[in-house]
């Protein structure tokens, strides 16, 4: 089974420093990779998605991953966080099941809660 | 852009209720998904649907079930609320396997 593993369940940054939230995964198969940002109250959006070919993936709001197969790593990083990047970050696997079908499904992370200070 | 409409952000019932949650998709999408979310334990699958009338369980199907009649509308049912399924539910669809999840806005659910 596919497993996804976020350091760190909280992150501090200061408003113009680096953001680096860091995934682990495992899969017994390639794996698809996604990263979600939450807001209070609102649902998940897609923040970037790496499937096949480059491995370093540009997403929304400045934010990128790199697919690192032999360390099963996808961290995310932003060069200068901004105050709107506050939120609750979650990285997820591809499931599949000993098939090898995934009917869309993912495996989901604990989640890591970013904050940023002026 | 695709669309997930949850029918409710705020709802409160109480114990021992049948309670229905509602997820409309306009994107004609095949897969389906109902999750709880709760602080530190992030997203938990109840169930997901992969076409009409089909139906899986996820990680924690227990207390609920679901509904799949029309393509675009995913019911999720609390046969009997209980208080322990005061949560944030969250329902999302997709098309096929390497297509990201869309998520609806959350439907903040209190049992009392």
């Known amino acids: 089974a596919q497993s996804v593993t976020q350091l760190g369940s909280h992150v501090s940054v200061s408003e113009g420093a680096l953001v680096l939230l860091r995934c682990n995964y495992s899969?017994?198969?390639?794996?698809?990779l996604f990263w979600y940002v939450q807001y209070p109250n609102q649902g998940l959006q897609l923040l970037l998605k790496?499937?096949?070919?480059?491995?370093l993936v540009k997403g929304i709001n400045g934010f990128e991953a790199e697919f690192k197969k032999s360390e099963t790593s996808f961290h995310l990083t932003k060069p200068s966080a901004h105050m709107s990047d506050a939120a609750e970050y979650f990285c997820?696997?591809?499931?599949?099941?000993?098939?090898?079908?995934?009917?869309?499904?993912?495996?989901f992370g604990q989640g890591t809660i970013l904050t940023v200070h002026p | 852009d695709v669309k997930v409409t949850q029918s409710s952000r705020y709802l409160v019932k109480r114990t021992g209720e049948k309670v229905f949650l509602e997820c409309v998709q306009d994107?004609?999408?095949?897969?389906m998904f109902w999750y709880r979310q709760d602080p530190g334990l992030g997203l938990r699958l109840i169930y997901f649907?992969?076409?009409?009338?089909?139906?899986e369980k996820g990680d924690i199907p227990e207390g609920y079930s679901v509904s799949r009649e029309k393509k675009e509308r995913f019911s999720l049912i609390l046969e009997s609320a209980s208080t322990n399924q005061t949560s944030m539910y969250l329902c999302?669809?997709?098309?096929?396997?390497?297509?990201?999840?869309?998520f609806g806005d959350g439907t903040r659910l209190s049992i009392l």
């Open positions: 997820a696997v591809s499931d599949f099941n000993a098939g090898g079908t995934s009917y869309g499904k993912l495996t």
């Open positions: 899969s017994s198969v390639p794996p698809y």
């Open positions: 790496y499937t096949t070919g480059a491995t």
């Open positions: 994107m004609d999408h095949e897969n």
């Open positions: 649907s992969y076409d009409v009338k089909m139906k």
């Open positions: 999302a669809s997709n098309r096929v396997d390497n297509q990201p999840q869309h």
